[in-house]
């Protein structure tokens, strides 16, 4: 059993900047696969970035690929993401997850590849 709890969401002006972070419970936080997702108003949650255990392969959506970094450090059980560039339509609630299973990278990209999850952080971009 792992818990997530993230942090960081505020409300930004158009073209700025946020950090997001996600710290988890547990011992085995390094064997998770982690992944950051969003949640527009009125919208189905999407994929927004994921990283493997090591920190060594990262996935983005190619909306914010380019823009947003998702990073982890496992000393700290915490990861990361770095928003940059923002948009209004960036405005969302982010919740990061952990993929406690290994699914293959193909699969990254779907909640049901997500076995724990946070309870959100607000976004908002103002234009």
């Known amino acids: 059993q792992v818990q997530l709890v993230e942090s960081g969401g505020e409300l930004v002006q158009a073209g700025g900047s946020l950090r997001l972070s996600c710290a988890a419970s547990?011992?085995?936080?390094?064997?998770?696969?982690m992944g950051w997702f969003r949640q527009a108003p009125g919208k189905e949650r999407e994929f927004v970035a994921a990283i493997s255990w090591s920190g060594s392969n990262t996935y983005y959506s190619a909306s914010v690929k380019g823009r947003f970094t998702i990073s982890r450090d496992n000393a700290k059980s915490t990861v990361y993401l770095q928003m940059n560039s923002l948009k209004p339509e960036d405005t969302a609630v982010y919740y990061c997850a952990a993929d406690a299973d290994a699914r293959p990278a193909t699969q990254r990209a779907r909640l049901s590849s997500y076995d724990y999850w946070g309870q959100g952080t607000q976004v908002t971009v103002s234009s």
């Open positions: 547990g011992r085995t936080f390094s064997r998770y696969i």
